[in-house]
């Protein structure tokens, strides 16, 4: 895992937010899914569509954020060697886009791009938290991942989670992860006090990306949106 990749999608990140402030092309298709949005997406009553823009901003941007972050925090807890690869993945989400994403460009290319890594980074804290019973991420985007969702549309944000889940399963495979002596060494570590308090430095950053969202208060037509 090479950070200059991080410095590259910040640059990306930049180069596509320059874009949409002479184009307006995200900002457009954000306003063209306001009238559609699932009942329990809440947004400001006045300008919801600025909201939602910037919530997708900062989803974008919260990705070589948590590479960096979750590199600093896994070096430190001398597990690195769990994460490298992952992160790459993600990495190569925006340095190197999947097919599936052609003819998407600018913001809109990049919200497709940082999905992919939000549920890689989902997808794996779930297959840890199932084998050694804590979190080998401490990040929790399952709940903006739910909005990126039905903001792509079902039939497009399920043809991401499969490409996900494809490169968790060949990850997976190929290292023979939870084979190893290696892991169940880690297990020990994961079960410690010392990396739960390791994780508890993080703070859950989807809290930072609410715009006003509830989950909680189904009307009769509502029903949360998931992963297929």
């Known amino acids: 895992m090479d950070l200059r990749d991080v410095r590259a999608i910040r640059a990306t990140i930049a180069n596509a937010r320059h874009q949409e402030a002479h184009s307006g092309?995200?900002?457009?298709?954000?306003?063209?899914?306001?009238?559609?949005?699932?009942?329990?997406?809440r947004l400001p009553?006045?300008?919801?569509?600025?909201?939602?823009?910037?919530?997708?901003?900062?989803?974008?941007?919260?990705?070589?954020?948590?590479?960096?972050?979750?590199?600093?925090?896994?070096?430190?807890?001398?597990?690195?060697?769990?994460?490298?690869?992952?992160?790459?993945?993600?990495?190569?989400?925006?340095?190197?886009?999947?097919?599936?994403?052609?003819?998407?460009?600018?913001?809109?290319?990049?919200?497709?791009?940082?999905?992919?890594?939000?549920?890689?980074?989902?997808e794996i804290n779930d297959r840890f938290i199932a084998h050694a019973g804590a979190p080998l991420l401490p990040m929790d985007m399952t709940r903006a991942n739910l909005i990126?969702?039905?903001?792509?549309?079902?039939?497009?944000?399920?043809?991401?989670?499969?490409?996900?889940q494809f490169s968790v399963d060949t990850a997976l495979q190929k290292e023979r992860l939870f084979q190893s002596d290696a892991f169940h060494a880690f297990l020990q570590q994961c079960q410690s006090a010392e990396w739960a308090m390791q994780l508890s430095e993080w703070p859950c950053l989807t809290e930072q990306l609410d715009i006003g969202l509830d989950f909680g208060k189904p009307t009769s037509r509502d029903t949360t949106p998931r992963h297929h």
Do not use: C, W
């Open 148 to 164: 990126v969702h039905h903001l792509l549309g079902d039939r497009f944000a399920n043809k991401l989670d499969q490409v996900v």
């Open 45 to 122: 009553e006045t300008e919801a569509n600025a909201a939602l823009l910037q919530f997708v901003l900062r989803y974008i941007e919260h990705i070589p954020d948590f590479i960096e972050a979750i590199s600093l925090l896994t070096e430190r807890a001398r597990v690195f060697a769990y994460a490298e690869h992952f992160l790459t993945i993600a990495s190569d989400y925006f340095l190197s886009p999947p097919e599936v994403i052609d003819g998407h460009h600018g913001l809109q290319a990049l919200l497709d791009e940082a999905y992919l890594a939000h549920r890689l980074m989902e």
């Open 25 to 41: 092309h995200l900002q457009a298709l954000l306003g063209q899914r306001l009238p559609h949005l699932h009942t329990a997406i």
